[in-house]
């Protein structure tokens, strides 16, 4: 269709069409036209069959006799008429079938080529998703745009996509268009006509010549033919096709269809490079997805190995190193307890941002999952480069976390791999590393720890100690006994402390310090904290049943951190203390520094709860941990124990001396009793009744009993 103002054009292939016979020129085609031109010559000939068998007959026909009013010559004049009229017929209607042909003809041949060149697009992009090669959406719409110039010989060109769902942007332009960066709505100008109608539209003449300002050269000549089609693929306008005519060429209709035709074929061009875009990001973030973790972004297990043995295969200078250092949060499990793991995901992250601003920019970093972090360091010459490189990310630990309002302290346990014979590749070097930091832990945590080779069989034995560990829980393999508790003053026992202990079948007797950390990370603590509180009080109220108890005879049974954690501790307790019978008064609970500062608010409210049930509360191992004595009046807390490291040094250490006597005068003004663990000789337990510390235990005044043994021991005391 001609746009409105435009030159009117030529109706030479329309009236070839008409006088050719043909019904439609809407759709002509070459097939059509060949089979009317066998029919014109068919007509022709039989014409002129016709003809000369009339010829003959009237020449040499003698006994035919014509009509009186019909001469033979006027026969023959007339026959030799219609013989030249229909042969100006036929010649007229050959010339213009002819005409149409070749029309048909370039037509076919433009539109084959068109489909052609848009079809090596088609296989390049089905080559490039194959390989994986990088072929982007503007790479298609510059080749479509280089076809039509190539083909049609453009002046300029311009795609315009559908953006929104009214509106046409320009993407992609060729030459010095006019389009660069336009934005057109449905039914504005010549392309939003045809974004509106879906039509193909031909303009001939220059509709808007003030839009062509002089270049540098002189006015700049506006074309005079352009062309925009839509681009439509399965019913969905992707948007239009724009082409101007170089200066001299006048575009046709038949170069309108073909541009039409072409337009269906780089609609789907684009629509498969937008899919290829689309599923090409889709892998990509799927890629980056199995990689990384999500949470932090750093790089996960996978691809954290796979930067390791780069490392380690890559060449490098003699004497130069790898090592892998492998980082656990300490206790963390009780922040997520305690604070939600919310809070948790904010440490973490918060923990992540940290340790990419301390390790250097060529060292790897990742994180395992849970509160597990792995760095590989290269170009180490030694260990101790190494030890250098952990105790500047444990630095990172000394200043608190922000969690809302809350600041939370946290530590971290750090073992170390370094490159050896033995440990040549990611796996080998995480597993030493990972072997160095559960050293680390069972040393008291907040440790950095270097992998010897001793440990490797050191970590296979707690592998199958952990394990008998738990058959000896399922199986009743343990044992509680108990450490009195002295006045010191009065020289008589107070109390007691139920300590759990295990009868291993092959290495005898073991204390609590050698098997409760391997219970914690195999889970068990909580369990065995229940299991002793109950037994504690079963064994008390039938040792009473032989024996008489002094009044206020105390039952002490610690309390780990992690079961403090847990809102059922409160009801737990109750339902022990009313199955046994057991006083509530005469129950104390030990809990340590470290566990009531993880999150203040929620275990002063189950400190409260205890205290309702009537139990005692008393904090272990004062001194060791985060707090300070000003802690004493935030908790509702009726006894402090001082940590045996203070009471090793109080006969010859005047800070530990002071330490203690502070600690005594504090608690008296605090009305706090206060008891000294570790006593283990006689001037030990001078110097502290001097301080006037009121109750004491220890290896000096007692060892810890079975139940048979503290029978006989209060038999003797009583």
Known sequence: MNAPGSLPEPKVTERAARVAGLRSFETPTLEAVEQRRLQLWIMTLAMFLS????????????????????????????????????????????????????????????????????????????????????????????????????????????????????????????????????????????????????????????????????????PAEPPKSSMSVPLIHRDTLLGVLNVNAAPGRVYTQHQLRALSLFGEQAATAIANARLYEEQRLLASQNVYQALHDLLTNLPNRALFLDRVNHALSRRRRPGELVALLFLDLDDFKLINDSLGHASGDEVLIAFADRLRGCVRSGDAMARFGGDEFAIVVEDVSSPSDAFAAAERIMSLFTEPFSVGERRVWIRASIGIAVESITASNAEALLRNADIAKNVAKSQGKGRIVVFKDTMHADALQRLDFEAELKRAVEQGQLAVHYQPIFSLVQGRAIGVEALVRWRHASRGLLVAGTFLPLAEQAGLLNQIDRWVLRHACETLQDIRRETALADGFLLSVNVSPSHLQEASLVDEVAEILQATGFEPERLVLEITEGAILLDTEKIVVHLNRLKALGVKLALDDFGTGYSSLAHLRRFPVDMVKIDRVFIEGITSDKGANALVQAIVRLSRGLNIEVVAEGIEHQAQADVLTQLSCPCGQGWFLSVDLPRDGLVDFLRRTS
Not at 135 to 157: F, K, M, P, S, Y
Request: with cysteine; charged share 20%; proline share 4%.
């Open 51 to 218: 003809v000369v068998v009339a010829l003959l007959t009237f020449t040499l026909w003698r006994d035919y006799r014509p009509p009186s009013w019909l001469p033979p010559f006027a026969a023959q004049g007339g026959l030799l008429a219609i013989v030249v009229l229909f042969c100006a017929y036929a010649i007229e209607k050959e010339l213009q079938l002819r005409r149409l042909t070749m029309l048909l003809v370039d037509e076919r041949v433009l539109t084959a080529a068109l489909t052609n060149r848009l079809r090596e697009v088609t296989t390049l992009l089905e080559a490039a998703k194959a390989m994986n090669l990088v072929l982007d959406l503007q790479q298609v719409l510059e080749t479509i745009l280089g076809c039509a110039h190539e083909l049609l010989e453009t002046r300029d060109g311009s795609i315009m996509l559908v953006h929104g769902n009214a509106e046409l942007r320009t993407v992609s332009v060729w030459g010095s268009s006019a389009a660069s960066g336009a934005r057109v709505s449905f039914g504005e100008g010549i392309a939003g006509r045809v974004a509106q109608t879906r039509e193909p539209v031909l303009v001939t003449g220059v509709i808007d010549p003030e839009r062509w300002p002089a270049g540098a050269d002189g």
